[in-house]
């Protein structure tokens, strides 16, 4: 089985690769630091295709799936996982950082999905998994571009599903809550002191379940995994959701 994962390199996405490492696959590790990758690639005696790609820049976004499938074979199963966040005022944002992000957490992973899509609907079979964010759901005030990003992301994802189970293609869209990585800790300290909301309403989960419980899903067909387990609340009822983060969300310092 071929994996191919973005933004390999930390956080999420490394947790995912050590998680298909354990389960026997093949994995392409994608990211810009690919010193990082070479390391993580040192832990597994399965086999592993390295790529720099930065995904910012649209001439590399696709460019590296043939090498990868003439190494590793046909994809299996594609992880859109790599993004960047901001935690800004929108007013003070410049919009072309805005932009970029939206090329990352959005473009890149519709412009993979539709490429590496197409050869799986050729072949009947494959999985695409979305890493989305519960700010898809749940958007958070100070973060408007993220939130626009994940938001497309989860809606194209979740109606994908439909239109390719025909091809015998499956989607799994992931709503990570805060999830213990380097971007969890720049957001936390992005909106300053914890509010007791937030340290109610938004605990932190682990990675490595996060990469099981993906990897799980995609043995399952399952359509979705919001993790930690407490966010289920905010699909359920979103109008109180809605409010609670209006009102309790600590608001970004200026700058
Ligand atoms: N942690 C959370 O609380 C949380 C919550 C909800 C959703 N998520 C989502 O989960 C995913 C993984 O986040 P994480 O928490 O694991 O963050 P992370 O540790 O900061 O990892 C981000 C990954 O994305 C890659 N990346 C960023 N910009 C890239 C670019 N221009 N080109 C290629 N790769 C790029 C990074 O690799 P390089 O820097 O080496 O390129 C890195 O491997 C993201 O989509 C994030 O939005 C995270």
Known sequence: MHVAITGASSGI??????EYFSRRADVSLVARRVELLEKLAKQTDTRTHLVQSDLSDVSQVTSWVDAAEQALGPIDVLINNAGVQ?????????????????????????????????RMVARKQGV??????MA??????GMAFYNAAKGGLAAASEA???????????VVTVYPGLIRTAMEVAGRAAFGEETLMMKVFA??????????LVADAVEARSERVIYPALNVLARH?????????????????PG
């Open 13 to 18: 996405g490394e947790a995912l690769a050590r």
């Open 86 to 118: 901001i935690i800004r005022a929108f007013t003070d944002t410049p919009f072309d950082e805005g932009r970029r992000l939206l090329q990352v957490d959005l473009l890149a992973p519709l412009e993979l999905s539709q490429f590496v899509a197409r």
């Open 128 to 133: 695409i998994v979305d890493v989305a964010s």
């Open 136 to 141: 898809s759901i749940a958007p958070t005030p």
């Open 160 to 170: 994908l599903r439909a239109e390719l189970a025909q091809h015998g293609v499956h």
């Open 203 to 212: 605990p932190s989960g682990d990675a490595d379940v996060l990469a099981r």
């Open 237 to 253: 009822f979103p109008a109180a959701t809605r409010a609670l983060l209006d009102a309790f969300t600590p608001r970004v310092p």
